[in-house]
């Protein structure tokens, strides 16, 4: 079993939807949790950082943690074309150091 | 945002040359970054990871004397492919970590052997 388990997609949204992507984990360590957004042949770019627990709001995108179930979430609220990437969920026992990454999801938002 | 810088973002070599990839944190100190690979479509590998004044600690399966790390200063780690082989071309990623616990990533290196 995979430390980090996400649906790799693809996933297509018209435009104003609102996305929900999600990962499970099986390690109950983990205690910092991160997505990532990574646009075609760039590098990942920092979205949310969340420590242990509950939930995170950052202008249109929350994450949600549920340390009990395993499973995090990102929802992206009124998605926009420019919101169209791979989203790479990771998560850590301490912090830095020893990322585990899911595979990432593949969105497309259409105009 | 902190911001890490890598360079180049695309080199072309001659099989059996070596290559210099730099990875610096323009805006914080980092006693660790963090080096990955990337093949199409698929997740970030962790290669090794480059502590600032001592050797890089690098993953199974991972050659220590083909991918040279050194990390001279708090704000750079260099990654060397050495001899480099077509079965090299990928993407290559860095990130440091910063005092606040959380990773940011370089843009990353394309990197083809011919």
């Known amino acids: 079993q995979k430390e980090v388990e996400q649906d790799p997609g693809p996933l297509s949204v018209p435009e104003g939807a609102i996305v929900s992507l999600n990962c499970t984990y099986s390690?109950?360590?983990?205690?910092?949790f991160m997505w990532y957004r990574q646009y075609s042949r760039k590098g990942p770019e920092l979205l949310m950082y969340t420590y242990s627990s509950g939930n995170k709001e950052d202008g249109r995108f929350t994450a949600q943690v549920d340390k009990s179930s395993k499973y995090i979430s990102l929802f992206i609220r009124d998605s926009q074309p420019s919101d169209s990437a791979t989203y790479l969920c990771?998560?850590?026992?301490?912090?830095?150091?020893?990322?585990?990454f899911g595979t990432g999801t593949r969105l497309t938002v259409i105009p | 945002g902190a911001v890490v810088s890598q360079h180049p973002s695309r080199v072309i070599c001659k099989s059996g040359t070596s290559v210099k990839i730099e990875c610096r944190s323009l805006?914080?100190?980092?006693?660790?970054m963090f080096w990955y690979r990337q093949f199409p479509k698929k997740s970030l590998m962790l290669m090794a990871t480059?502590?600032?004044?001592?050797?890089?600690?690098?993953e199974q399966g991972v050659e220590k004397d083909k991918f040279l790390i050194n990390h001279a200063s708090l704000t750079l780690s260099t990654l060397t492919v050495t001899s480099a082989h077509p079965e090299d071309s990928s993407f290559y990623i860095c990130?440091?970590?910063?005092?606040?616990?959380?990773?940011?990533f370089g843009e990353g290196s394309w990197l083809t052997v011919v």
């Open positions: 990771a998560m850590s026992e301490t912090g830095a150091n020893n990322l585990f």
């Open positions: 480059s502590n600032e004044g001592s050797k890089a600690t690098y």
């Open positions: 805006d914080f100190q980092a006693t660790t």
């Open positions: 990130s440091a970590a910063s005092s606040g616990n959380t990773i940011y």
């Open positions: 390690n109950s360590a983990f205690q910092y």
